[in-house]
């Protein structure tokens, strides 16, 4: 059975840093790439980054709202993805869902994890 | 890079057939066939039941189908049932800004 756990939420200041994790099972992690999407309290999904598998050079894409800011890494040895966020803005705050791609490559995720809540408030 | 546009709601019946629009533009939508739909349900995790316009992964019903005509792709729900009630948002594989794009989302009610 597919399991993605987040983890590393929590309340953080404006302009500090947080890392999420997502800890990976019930697949081979290292074939997939895999993806972060945020969604904001009350409101519709924000794609963020993905991250692509060994056989594609681990390459990273991001979405321009939090690039610069955010880094996408794994590990495949531990089957976990990473989030580092830096520079925390307020309208940062949102469940983070860790997704796998899987039925297509040209689409945000497939199976998605049970999201992890990051507020970002003074 | 603005949000594809859905409806805020649509409604129906037990029984009937809805449809949800995803208009977009000819940078996202009218440009690839990469158009995908997921379902949320209060307080869960999307799910995917639609992708590349017309596919449906294993396991979800055959009553949620997809199709595509220049910027507007559109989700149609046959036979509606009350576990249908759910947000429904799109996505589209884009070539500005990000590398995808969602929809509004639209809320089916059930009636």
């Known amino acids: 059975e597919v399991q993605l756990v987040e983890s590393g939420g929590g309340l953080v200041q404006p302009g500090g840093s947080l890392r999420l994790s997502c800890a990976a099972s019930?697949?081979?992690?290292?074939?997939?790439?895999m993806d972060w999407v945020r969604q904001a309290p009350g409101k519709g999904l924000e794609w963020v980054g993905r991250s692509r598998n060994k056989a594609d050079n681990y390459t990273t894409e991001y979405a321009a709202s939090v690039k610069g800011r955010f880094t996408i890494s794994r590990d495949d040895s531990k089957t976990s993805l990473y989030l580092q966020m830096n520079s925390l803005k307020t309208e940062d705050t949102a469940v983070y869902y860790c997704a796998r791609v899987g039925a297509s490559l040209m689409i945000p995720g497939g199976y998605w994890g049970q999201g992890i809540l990051v507020t970002v408030s003074s | 890079q603005s949000a594809l546009t859905q409806p805020a709601s649509v409604s129906g019946s037990p029984g009937q057939s809805i449809a949800i629009s995803c208009t977009g533009t000819s940078s996202d939508v009218g440009a690839y066939k990469y158009v995908s739909w997921f379902q949320q349900h209060p307080g869960k995790a999307p799910k995917l039941m639609i992708y590349?316009?017309?596919n449906r992964p294993s396991g979800v019903s055959s009553r949620f189908s997809g199709s595509k005509s220049g910027n507007t792709a559109s989700l149609t729900i046959s036979g509606l049932q009350a576990e249908d009630e759910a947000d429904y948002y799109c996505s589209s594989y884009s070539r500005s800004g990000a590398l995808f794009v969602f929809g509004t989302g639209t809320n089916v009610i059930v009636l």
């Open positions: 590349d316009i017309n």
């Open positions: 019930g697949f081979t992690f290292s074939d997939h790439y």
